[in-house]
T-cell receptor
């Protein structure tokens, strides 16, 4: 499995954009980059995933570096409900996901 | 109704007792998973099943067993619970693109 490095914690102000970084320098050429988040007292939930091109969905955008050694999850307007632990997971598919300790995002009102 | 349900949601038991945690899913997926989460840490995979006849050990299977009773049901057993199995337990189901998680079972072993 590719080793990932994420900040332990980040803060953001409500209604401002948030950029959550992830380094995955040992990612293989066929690994997707999956992002999940875990809200307090809940199970993880899928956010987004991508291979090479930037990806957008209703929750977030995923920007993938050209060399694929890093990626950034972008929340365009953070809300209090976005406070969660965000996990970056390189994997060939969602068949097997290895969760690290993630980034704890705090959203300030 | 929730796509993945877990019962019980909370359980307190004593050392040496046998415990079963149950998971049901209505997503219709073949793959199911059991994870454990200790405070402040990420999830660790205990067991996974890619179909009814397929059971595989994850990274921390010692002290646990599973049963896949049907496509929709996957149960986790602790044959003789010990205090360091106190944790949050999550069940999941999924596809190649996404895993869907249950709400978790908080287990305390005294």
């Amino acid at each position: 499995d590719a080793k990932t490095t994420q900040p332990n914690s980040m803060e953001s102000n409500e209604e401002e954009p948030v950029h959550l970084p992830c380094n995955h320098s040992t990612i293989s050429g066929t690994d997707y980059i999956h992002w999940y988040r875990q809200l307090p007292s809940q199970g993880p939930e899928y956010v987004i995933h991508g291979l090479t091109s930037n990806v957008n969905n209703r929750m977030a955008s995923l920007a993938i570096a050209e060399d694929r050694k890093s990626s950034t999850l972008i929340l365009h307007r953070a809300t209090l409900r976005d406070a969660a632990v965000y996990y970056c997971i390189p994997s060939g598919s969602a068949r097997q996901l290895t969760f690290g300790s993630g980034t704890q995002l705090t959203v300030l009102p | 109704d929730a796509d993945v349900t877990q019962t019980p949601r909370n359980r307190i038991t004593k050392t040496g007792k046998r415990i079963m945690l149950e998971c049901s899913q209505t997503k219709g997926h073949d793959r199911m998973y059991w994870y454990r989460q200790d405070p402040g840490l990420g999830l660790q995979l205990i067991y996974y099943s890619f179909d009814v006849k397929d059971i595989n050990k994850g990274e921390i299977s010692d002290g646990y067993s599973v049963s896949r009773q049907a496509q929709a049901k996957f149960s986790l057993s602790l044959e003789s619970a010990i205090p360091n199995q106190t944790a949050l337990y999550f069940c999941a189901t999924g596809t190649d693109n996404e895993q869907f998680f249950g709400p978790g079972t908080r287990l305390t072993v005294l």
